[in-house]
């Protein structure tokens, strides 16, 4: 069983962390992380002006490195997740299934849901160009209710900012697009949605919309914060292993 993860807004694939690791122990398959184009290793490219845009750019990238010969499923965390979609819609050959956590989408969840009055305060707050400990301290605080304080981890991202440095032109990019984009019409690989209950970013509501959209299978934790793969990953892996063998892949 191999996957493909995709991270959400401004992040990078180093900060899935341990979870690239942990995921490729259960499976005893590739994991591959990308980054999304103007963050990470893609640091030095532009961000496309749509999601299709980067699911082009993306799709030649994991051509390039992964076994066509393999099975694939593709993983996509909030603004990855939008990405994700996309990709199963116009590839859906690319994939066995899909799975997205805490994801929104425009023109069924109201902006209000897609993000907090905290979350608009943090983005504004990043604007500003704290120091990449104040950033990253923040972000976490608004992401994680398992992990607020976790100085090693805080010193972890802090550095990944430094070697990375965050452009706003590029953050600025996402958040346009992402507040767009409405999601395909449907999709052909099945679909697994999962939630956090405790989502301090955006509302649980949007998962469930989601889900409902594409008659997907939805499971919501009921105590992580919105980086649900750093909260509760063996909670993600149990349930990701358990669609994807559930559909034969």
């Excluded at 999962?194 to 939805?218: E, R, T």
Aim: charged share 20%; proline share 6%.
């Amino acid at each position: 069983m191999n996957w493909l993860l995709l991270r959400g807004l401004s992040r990078h694939a180093l900060h899935w962390g341990s979870f690239t690791e942990e995921l490729r122990a259960h499976c005893e398959g590739e994991v591959l992380a990308l980054d999304l184009p103007g963050f990470g290793s893609a640091s030095k490219n532009k961000s496309p002006l749509s999601v299709g845009g980067i699911v082009e750019h993306l799709r030649r990238q994991f051509l390039k490195e992964h076994d066509p010969k393999k099975s694939w499923n593709l993983l996509g965390l909030s603004f990855g997740g939008m990405v994700a979609l996309e990709w199963l819609s116009l590839y859906p050959e690319d994939f066995n299934a899909g799975a997205i956590m805490n994801s929104s989408l425009a023109g069924i969840c109201p902006m209000s849901e897609r993000i907090s009055g905290s979350g608009k305060w943090l983005l504004l707050k990043c604007l500003l160009k704290p120091s990449p400990i104040e950033k990253e301290s923040l972000i976490l605080a608004l992401t994680s209710r398992e992990h607020v304080g976790d100085r090693a981890l805080l010193q972890n991202w802090e550095t990944i900012e430094i070697d990375h440095p965050t452009r706003i032109t590029e953050a600025l990019k996402q958040l346009l697009i992402s507040s767009r984009y409405k999601g395909p019409k449907n999709l052909i690989p099945p679909l697994l949605v999962l939630s956090s209950q405790k989502d301090q970013l955006v509302n649980p509501n949007c998962s469930l919309k989601i889900a409902q959209k594409y008659g997907a299978v939805h499971w919501i934790h009921p105590e992580a914060g919105h980086d649900l793969p750093l909260d509760a990953p063996q909670w993600v892996i149990e349930k990701i292993s358990l669609f994807a063998n559930s559909h034969g892949v």
